[in-house]
Each structure stands twice: as C-alpha cells, then as structure tokens.
C-alpha cells in the first residue's frame, strides 16, 4: 500500500517508514511535485492532522496521513502544546525552542511531560483518527545527538535516557508517532 505522507521532514518520514514496515511505502509530497507550504492553522493536534490530510487528499486524491506531534509540559500548563514546532517564534530552530522551554522551566520542581502525536488517515475521503502518547520528563539540560525537537530534554517514564541518546530502534519501540502509527496500521495488516 502507498500512502501519502504530509510533511517535508525527512526524519518523520523515515521514521514512519520504519515503524509501518515494508507492507507500506511512504512517500512524501515533493515525490509528486509538491513542494509548497501544507497549510496548519488549527488550535489542537487533531484540527491540524486533519486540516494537512485533507488538502493532500483534495490535491492528489490518493490515500494519505498527517500527523500532528506535540509536547506538554504540565507545569507550562500544557505548553508548548500545539505551538511546539514554533514555541520560540514561527521562524526558529529546534535549539530555540529547546532553549526558550528550559527557560521557562527553570525554576520549576515539576519536569513532568508528555509527547502526544495524532494522525488523521484519509482514505477515499474519509478521515479517521489515532493517537499515541508517551510520558516522560524534562531534563535541565539536553542530552545526546539523536532525534529531532525536543528530544535531547525528554526522557521517557522508566528509562534513564532521552529519545536523543537512544539509538533510533530503540526511540521507535516506544514513541508517541509509533503508538500512533501502529494503531493506525491496525487497519490493513
């Protein structure tokens, strides 16, 4: 089965690829010729899934996904939340958004977290929903190489490491996306 995928990160998409397996070829938008901007404008994880699936769906008409991943700190009451990707202003770096959250963090007791990611699935139009999540903890300080976001601050309940110093076999047994996705495979394997 192809499936479209909504997004120009090559991280997400290699990740998906691996998670989904061999039974399912992920391909991206610039892989038909798209390269423009895949609209998000919606204030939660699931208006913004939707929102990227079905543009793709009306553009191509093929059977595609978007996923919407988010971070939420319970003592930035749920921030960076929705606004994760653009937490230290809509044309930053990953750094900065690492720097910004530790900053607003720092003088907090409290590093509970969690990264939840939804998917909306469009197949002949019609949407449908997953959602995986994995608790974790904010570190003071990043730590490790690997990954993407906020990985190097996130350390996942009952592992010692964050998802940047894990290997990424190891990040995608228990990732939000890989919840997410095996549910959403559940449907035609």
Known sequence: MELLFATANVHKCHEAQI???PSVSIIMPSSLGFTGEIPETGMTLQENALQKAMFLWEKFRV??????TALEVDVLNG???VFSARYAGSDCRPEENVKKLLQDMQSSAVRTARFRCVIALVLHGQPQFFEGTVEGSILEQPRGTGGFGYDSVFVPAGYKKTFAEMCEADKNTISH???ALEKMASLYT
């Open 19 to 21: 998670i989904l397996g």
């Open 63 to 68: 059977p595609c996904f978007a996923d919407d």
């Open 79 to 81: 921030a960076p939340g």
């Open 177 to 179: 996306r890989k919840r």
